[in-house]
């Protein structure tokens, strides 16, 4: 894409706001309570940017079993936590700035449930930018790595898919993006090889420029 996108797609975790670490362990704890053999970086490894069933089909791989709420509890811990701890990535808050001055259009569409999300973007005072944005894997019938809640999106914000971009930190919502026909940014602070075609960079300072703003 050489000209700045018509719609700029976020993910929330690990794009907007640095929860990850503090859900990641909050899930390998009930993980490994139910006999998950994981570690916590091998938790995360598995789990960034996937949504909760592909944790029960992780469990049902291994012969495990959660019990049926257990959700909730991951839900309720995890806000809990996220409301007291979750923090901004550097720089978003003036790449959100660069994006309105612009004029160009952007919302955040993630795995993770409403309440979540409205979580972590309260804490970190991010919601304002994204207020009636805001989309959620369990408005769709798949959550990513299908395409659904990024074409949601694009839908939602009438757009066509291919005048959208993707802002993503994992290989599930990359491989999400490029089963919607978006070209994908992904923010990876270390160096990695990027999934699915998307364009790695490396701090939220460079993403104005990166967007031809």
């Known amino acids: 894409m050489t000209m700045p996108p018509k719609l700029v797609i976020f993910d929330c975790d690990g794009v907007l706001v ?8 909050v899930l390998h704890d009930i993980l490994a309570r139910h006999g998950a053999p994981l570690t916590l970086a091998q938790s995360e ?10 944790i029960t089909a992780y469990m049902d791989s291994h012969g495990l079993s959660l019990p049926a ?4 509890e991951f839900y309720d811990r ?20 660069a994006l309105v001055a612009a004029n160009i259009p952007f919302c955040v569409a993630s795995n993770g449930i ?3 999300m409205n979580a972590t973007l309260t804490k970190t005072g991010l919601l304002p930018y994204f207020a009636g944005k805001m989309y959620s894997g369990y408005d769709v019938p798949n959550g990513k790595p299908a ?34 026909n978006m070209p994908c940014l992904v923010y990876t602070p270390k160096p990695a090889d990027p999934p699915h075609g998307a ?3 490396a701090s939220m300072a460079d993403l104005p420029k990166l967007l031809h703003l």
Do not use: M
Request: with cysteine; charged share 20%; glycine share 2%.
């Open 18 to 25: 640095d929860s990850e670490a503090i859900a990641n362990a």
């Open 45 to 54: 490894a598995e789990f960034t940017g996937k949504n909760r069933y592909a």
């Open 69 to 72: 709420n257990w959700s909730d």
């Open 78 to 97: 995890s806000i809990a936590e996220l409301s007291k701890h979750c923090q901004p990535i550097p720089h978003i808050q003036s790449a959100l700035d």
């Open 114 to 116: 409403h309440p979540k």
């Open 147 to 180: 395409p659904d809640l990024f074409l949601h999106a694009a839908a939602q914000n009438q757009t066509d898919p291919a005048d959208c971009l993707v802002i993503e930190d994992s290989a599930s919502g990359c491989a999400a993006a490029a089963a919607a």
């Open 199 to 201: 364009i790695p960079f």
